[in-house]
T-cell receptor, first 111, second 114 residues
Framework: RKEVEQDPGPFNVPEGATVAFNCTYS??????FFWYRQDCRKEPKLLMS???SGNEDGRFTAQLNRASQYISLLIRDSKLSDSATYLC????????????FGQGTTLQVKP | DGGITQSPKYLFRKEGQNVTLSCEQN?????MYWYRQDPGQGLRLIYY???????QKGDIAEGYSVSREKKESFPLTVTSAQKNPTAFYLC?????????????FGSGTRLTVV
């Protein structure tokens, strides 16, 4: 089983749609969780950290379910500019900063 | 402005050559990382360093070498022993090196074997 698993998609949605991405992780000792965005042929950029209580940043909402080892990202009112690959990222231990990346979920927002 | 710089942006390597990818950061971050990304795949960890003069192998270290003589610099050498080096190479830094705050990435180097 992969340490971090995501549905690769692609997700093709119309502008204005709400879309949700899911991610599962294998290690219950995981400490920190993030969503990164990666545009085609570019480096990943931090979108948001994921906190146990859930957190929101504008149209983006991230949630964490430690019991189910599950992370989600909800994007409301999708824009064309949201088209990208979204990477689920997990840190397994507070003793090391190594992050484990999922393979990413591709989103294509269409007019 | 603080940031992390990778060079060159594109690199072409002949069979049997060693090449070195540069990674420099002025963020005063302790921890630095090298990842490889193949088309349609996630990032795989090659090497990482949490402090100057110390580094650790990641999941796919074979055929690669690194050094960390200065806090700002973490160059990666792709040796001739790496049989399939064509990929997108990403360098990242992190502070503190505990994973609580995520990475800052450089813009990457695309290496192609010709």
């Amino acid at each position: 089983r992969k340490e971090v698993e995501q549905d690769p998609g692609p997700f093709n949605v119309p502008e204005g749609a709400t879309v949700a991405f899911n991610c599962t992780y294998s290690n219950s000792a995981s400490q920190s969780f993030f969503w990164y965005r990666q545009d085609c042929r570019k480096e990943p950029k931090l979108l948001m950290s994921v906190y146990s209580s859930g957190n929101e940043d504008g149209r983006f909402t991230a949630q964490l379910n430690r019991a189910s080892q599950y992370i989600s990202l909800l994007i409301r009112d999708s824009k064309l500019s949201d088209s990208a690959t979204y990477l689920c990222v997990v840190n397994l231990s507070s003793n090391t900063g190594k992050l484990i990346f999922g393979q990413g979920t591709t989103l294509q927002v269409k007019p | 402005d603080g940031g992390i710089t990778q060079s060159p942006k594109y690199l072409f390597r002949k069979e049997g050559q060693n090449v070195t990818l540069s990674c420099e950061q002025n963020l005063n971050h302790d921890a630095m990382y090298w990842y490889r990304q193949d088309p349609g795949q996630g990032l795989r960890l090659i090497y990482y360093s949490q402090i100057v003069n110390d580094f650790q192998k990641g999941d796919i270290a074979e055929g690669y070498s690194v050094s960390r003589e200065k806090k700002e610099s973490f160059p990666l050498t792709v040796t001739s022993a790496q049989k399939n080096p064509t990929a997108f190479y990403l360098c990242a830094s992190q502070d503190p090196g505990t994973g609580a705050y995520g990475y800052t990435f450089g813009s990457g180097t695309r290496l192609t074997v010709v």
